[in-house]
């Protein structure tokens, strides 16, 4: 039997970024199937495709976040075709594992151009016609966001940044009844590592040494991210804002 919240976003008009791989394209099929329409953001034509065929509520828009028009054609593209939007997943991001003798101005600017600019400058242009349905952003952070990680500091810190946004665009937005939370995964199975720069032996080894590490025993499944997501998306959670949830297999606690 189907239960009453099957489809909690139903007619409900969704942007998640990086929808390509990984957490954002189990966010996209999560939010087609929970009856929102859905556009799928990325750079790669080819893999936001295979997202789209998962689900006849994705649509796709393949444009690079950090160019200077990209926040008004995201927002155009989703505005001209459902005439509304009521949230924005900020999911879109670049790891980096770079110790700080060798880290350097161009690894750090890129990491923060796309990890804090970008969502910045996309939850900005959307703010209109978030006002308007009194819509929701959901950024995507990471338990080393708040939580040490050695070669990882500056990603670490533009995911501390975004978590920061989040608590301050909660407060800054509440008048206009615009919810702003966070979700902050831990290693989850996506192809960050793989296009991090790192060999396909060194990315067996990084995620063996971070199941052994999380108390759980496992690295997440995109799946078990994307259904929190669906859930701080979902109109009906009216009292939630400024949170950030940690999702991490217990990682953060030891």
Do not use: C
């Not at 006849?56 to 950090?66: E, F, N, V, Y």
């Not at 810190?157 to 975004?162: D, H, P, V, Y």
């Amino acid at each position: 039997m189907e239960h009453q919240h099957a489809r909690p976003l139903h007619d409900r008009v969704v942007i998640v970024t990086g929808a390509g791989t990984g957490i954002g394209r189990a966010t996209a099929v999560a939010m087609a199937e929970a009856g929102a329409h859905v556009l799928g953001v990325g750079r790669r034509q080819v893999v936001l495709e295979e997202t789209a065929a998962m689900h006849p509520g994705i649509a796709t828009l393949a444009t690079d976040l950090r160019l200077e028009h990209a926040p008004e054609l995201i927002i155009g593209t989703a505005i001209d075709r459902w005439n509304q939007l009521d949230v924005v997943v900020n999911n879109a991001g670049a790891t980096a594992r770079v110790s700080f003798d060798e880290v350097t101005r161009s690894r750090i600017t890129d990491l923060f151009d796309l990890n804090v600019i970008a969502p910045t400058m996309l939850a900005q242009a959307a703010l209109p016609h978030l006002r308007r349905s009194k819509g929701s952003i959901i950024n995507i952070s990471s338990t080393y966001g708040h939580r040490p990680h050695p070669g990882g500091a500056h990603y670490g810190a533009t995911k501390a940044a975004l978590e920061q946004l989040t608590r301050t665009w909660a407060v800054e937005l509440a008048k206009d009844g615009i919810r702003v939370n966070a979700i902050a995964p831990g290693p989850t199975e996506s192809e960050a590592l793989s296009v991090s720069g790192l060999t396909e032996e060194e990315v067996m080894k990084v995620k063996k040494e971070q199941a052994s590490r999380i108390p759980l025993g496992r690295r997440g499944e995109p799946g078990e991210v994307a259904s929190w997501i669906v859930r701080f998306a979902d109109p009906t959670a009216t009292w939630l804002t400024g949170q950030v949830l940690t999702i991490d297999g217990g990682l953060e606690l030891i």
